[in-house]
Structure formats: C-alpha cells, structure tokens
C-alpha cells in the first residue's frame, strides 16, 4: 500500500539506513510498499524507505517515460545498494517528495554503476547515466541521511518550487 512520505526535519530522513539482514516477508511488505507509494505520485521516479519511516537500506526506481531519461532500467528494487563508481558530475536541479516545497541544484555523477539485490536476492549491476543516474544517487542518498539540500552546490541555488501536486 502507499504510504505516506516523511519530510525534512524527521529524524529517519537524517540518519544512515541499516543493512538488511534477510529479505523476509516483512522485508518484501516494505518494497511493496514502496512501489506503490512510487507508482502513486506520477512524478515520482524514485523512493527509499526512510521516506516513508523505514531506516532499512531499500529503494526503488523507475524513470521510465522521462524525457531527460538516457538509460533506463525500469523499475528497480534495490536492497543494500552501493555505489560501485561514479564519474563525469555535472550541476541538475533536483527535488525531493520529502522536500516539497524547494528545489536545487545539485552536482552529481551523470554515469554510475550500483550494486544491488533485487527483491529475489539476486545481486544486481546497473550501469546508469544521466537522469537515471542522477535519481540512483538521490536514493542512495537518502539511505545515507543525505539530502538534495546537503548537496545544493550553492546557497543561491535552492529554489521555491512553483507547483508539486
């Protein structure tokens, strides 16, 4: 089921994920729950489980459909993700379904490479550029208590956002 997105300022935002230890049925009710949180925002493209009060290393993307896409994967369940290499930054601006009423400009990596489990165990390399890179970072970020805000290359460069609905 969707769940409702916690925002800034909320202690599970802000602090490193836990590894899962087994990918159980409990484990497995948080990705469900994550898809469908994702799949319920249509401008969503990604959510890790801090975002919706679970401090366990597990995200989902899916950029599939977005015009900035290059590569694109579909939707992916990543369970203990790390990133494997990260090269070539390059300043996007971001925003967060936990920052909803800021945005910012944020240098990431525009090519990286995550290792993963997906939602059988199976342990899974993604190459990635541009905005699908751009997203994977986001998510790993927020598994690491990292926000887009901690990341904003300047402070002139946090911006009001127009509309988020």
């Not at 990431?108 to 993604?126: F, Y």
Request: aromatic residues 2%; contains cysteine; charged residues 25%.
């Amino acid at each position: 089921m969707a769940r409702p997105i916690r925002l800034v300022g909320e202690p599970v935002l802000h602090e490193p994920a836990r590894p899962v230890a087994e990918l159980d049925a409990a484990v497995l009710a948080v990705v469900d729950d994550l898809l469908a949180t994702m799949r319920a925002t249509s401008h969503s493209v990604g959510v890790a489980a801090p975002q919706i009060g679970v401090g366990l290393r597990i995200a989902v993307v899916d950029v599939t459909g977005h015009p900035k896409a290059r590569s694109c994967h579909g939707e992916l369940v990543l369970v203990n993700p790390e990133l494997v290499l990260a090269e070539h930054p390059a300043v996007g601006r971001e925003g967060c379904m936990s920052v909803p009423d800021l945005t910012g400009d944020v240098a990431r990596a525009t090519h990286v490479v995550v290792r993963a489990l997906d939602r059988d165990g199976v342990e899974q390399i993604i190459e990635a550029d541009a905005f699908e890179a751009r997203a994977l970072q986001h998510e790993l970020d927020h598994l690491d208590g990292t926000l887009f805000l901690d990341r904003v290359v300047a402070a002139d460069r946090l911006f009001r956002r127009k509309v988020y609905r």
